[in-house]
DNA sequence: TTTGATGCAAATGTTTTGCATGCAA
DNA sequence: TTGCATGCAAAACATTTGCATCAAA
């Protein structure tokens, strides 16, 4: 693949942080070092990254995709107040593989999990910003 | 809440269905009996369907929404070559949220987990639309 | 050079919303 | 009547794409 600074910019800015930004949060964040990039490109770059591993796209039920630079296999939170999108520190679930294979004829590949609730800021704040996602009562 | 037939309408399809359709599929299969239907009102109840607990959304990776008319706490399956979206019968995995919240210092409140893979008639296809998503590596 | 990557802008697909009208209570 | 629900159309979002240009190899 052919090298691009655009790309590099995009990779280096998402190894060096902890959140999980979305395509536009990257987009502002890399715009100091690439004054004409546009966004068409980092999710060009978004994309590809994805699909070559090196990073993660996570879907949540709101609102847009969010990206991992940290592509070792891990699970996410999902706050349902300020949304923030945490890491969790857990054992692989691939037994969950099985149970959900015992009942199945087709082939159960893998699966996808994320938990929500309060994340630990607001859990001790009466508000993060403001927003606060529909609680959501089924975990289907 | 106001009665209204168009809700109604939404609410008898989605019971009466195994599959689990997009809100234009809804759309187009209520019109025999709605005419005059507009999708903004289907969204609309779907929305508020959802907040009732009535039905569930399910967010996938990739395409638009779907709704589950089974209100009844289940995971779901979906062919990552077809798309269609499939009950599984398995257990509760309640248990993953105490793993989750061993290292984790905010709340657990609950997740979300899909399977995916090939679904039976895939299996044993070809090919069963033309589309095939691209298999998701990570579980995060 | 050659070919893939970019910037720009337009297009796409999904969902939401404003507003005048209609229908349930 | 009163006000929520509707139909319609426009808007809002997130994301993708066509195309001429640019830059890596």
Redesign the pocket.
Known sequence: ???????ESILRYLRSVKCHP???TIYQAIQTD?P?????????????LTELGEINKI?VFD???RFDGNNAPHYHFICRKCRAVLDLEMDSLAHINLLAAHNFSGTIEGHMAHFYGLCPACMNQKSCNGSDIPAVTKSS
Chains 1, 2 share one sequence.
């Open positions: 693949m052919k090298y691009s600074r655009q790309r979305t395509a536009e690439n004409n990039i546009s966004l068409g490109t980092v999710y060009r770059n978004l994309t590809l879907t609102g847009p995709d």
